[in-house]
């Protein structure tokens, strides 16, 4: 399996504020109170400085209240906080306290009504927005029916300004909105396709280890049938060959298949996956079941990784397998390892008389991959005298792909 690689980017703005977000969920849910805390103070500061008196000061604080106390919730429920500034306006409109001498409790509304039609849109399906106008336009058609000259120019005056703000607002949750759905996006087709690819390694595994262990079975299985009743001790020899191959195939396809079973958070347990170190276990099976094999090794050995050592093992199994499956007459195998300064050169063919067009490509096109996830290549097709060459070629610099 390739290793994951992590690249580290520097963290702006937004995620840094995401992040603290995500640790202090209730602080941020608060911020808006905080803001408008703080810009209380400079009002108050203000009015005294200027000497304005505050109309209704102990009403103006409850109504204030009633607007910043609901705006906790606005993540969650975010139209329900914005029907909930209905009943402070109800209080507000008749008494026309958003006038300059109300300013405090106007800064109140004006903060509330942003950060929940922000929310609104963010969080909420955008058919909710038609409602949001109809309850941000109602009470402010009241307010100017109620509180302003019913002329041409004060209608614009009052309204223009109200229709801007609220477009702008919108128009920034809608970046937000789209940004993070795209980003969203994004991650659901990495997630696909670390899926797909995972699966498509494991369908690999699944071919490599049935295709050739099977392969071996039934080629043990006609030798011993032939040799039953000539030679008895041929016949449990191979019995017992197919026993070991058979126990072996299980115990990898149980390795494999415990990946898909394993939830989050189970420990699994993975044995190491065959190298070249097992490449003569897989030699000497391949003999047991009659396939004459010759193996060649030269050049100054260098250090591979676990899924290079993987790929090169892969490759001779299904080029071995091959031979059993589709390769006619007298079967021979040779086997060639060659380490060069620059890379691996890895061949596997066969002498047999002919090879037969039969099964799928999917071997093959496993191999390839394995390869390609290299910078190298894999090479198949049929010599000129019959027969079949396989020729894996690995770069010694070759760093895998993820």
């Known amino acids: 399996m390739a290793n994951a690689v992590t690249v580290s980017r520097k963290r702006g703005l937004w995620q840094r504020m995401s992040e603290f977000d995500s640790r202090h969920p209730l602080l941020w849910d608060l911020f808006p109170t905080f803001l408008y805390l703080f810009i209380l103070c400079g009002g108050l500061v203000a009015m005294v400085a200027g000497g304005l008196d505050m109309r209704y000061p102990v009403l103006q604080v409850v109504l204030a209240a009633a607007y910043m106390v609901p705006t906790v919730w606005r993540r969650r429920y975010p139209f329900a906080v914005m029907l909930s500034q209905l009943v402070p306006l109800a209080v507000v409109i008749p008494l026309n306290l958003t006038d300059v001498d109300s300013g405090i409790l106007s800064a109140a509304g004006a903060i509330a009504f942003t950060v929940v039609l922000y929310n609104l849109v963010v969080r909420r399906p955008l058919r909710l927005l038609w409602w949001a106008s109809v309850v941000s336009i109602v009470p402010s058609v009241l307010d100017w029916l109620v509180n302003y000259p019913h002329t041409p120019e004060s209608f614009v005056a009052f ?13 920034i949750a809608m970046l937000v909105r789209t940004r993070r759905e795209f980003l969203t996006s994004s991650r659901d087709q990495a997630a696909q396709a670390a899926v797909a690819e995972e699966r498509n390694r ?39 060959a197919i026993g070991r191959t058979s126990r072996e195939a299980l115990g990898e396809l149980r390795r494999v298949l415990s990946v898909l079973k394993a939830e989050d958070g189970d420990d699994v347990e993975l044995a190491p996956q065959p190298g070249l170190a097992e490449l003569d276990v897989l030699i000497e099976r391949v003999r047991e079941a009659g396939l004459q094999v010759t193996v060649r090794t030269s050049g100054e050995h260098w250090e591979l990784s676990e899924n290079q050592q993987l790929a090169v093992y ?3 199994q299904e080029s071995l397998t091959n031979v059993f499956k589709h390769a006619s007459g007298i079967k021979r195998a040779e086997a060639s390892l060659e380490y ?5 050169a890895v061949t596997v063919s066969n002498t047999g008389d002919r090879v037969d067009a039969a099964g799928t490509a999917r071997g093959l096109a496993g191999l390839a991959e394995r390869a390609a996830a290299f910078g190298g290549t894999m090479v198949a097709g049929p010599e000129a005298l019959g027969g079949w060459r ?7 610099n070759g760093k895998e792909r993820t």
């Open 159 to 171: 309204f223009a300004p109200t229709i801007i703000y609220f477009g702008f607002i919108v128009a």
């Open 202 to 240: 494991i369908a690999r595994e699944m071919h490599d280890i049935i295709g050739h262990n099977l392969a071996v079975i039934n080629a043990l299985a006609d030798g011993g049938a032939y040799a039953a009743a000539a030679s008895p001790q041929k016949a449990k020899e191979a019995l017992e």
């Open 314 to 316: 892969r490759t001779v």
């Open 340 to 344: 060069r300064d620059n890379g691996l």
């Open 390 to 396: 396989v020729s894996l070629w690995l770069p010694r």
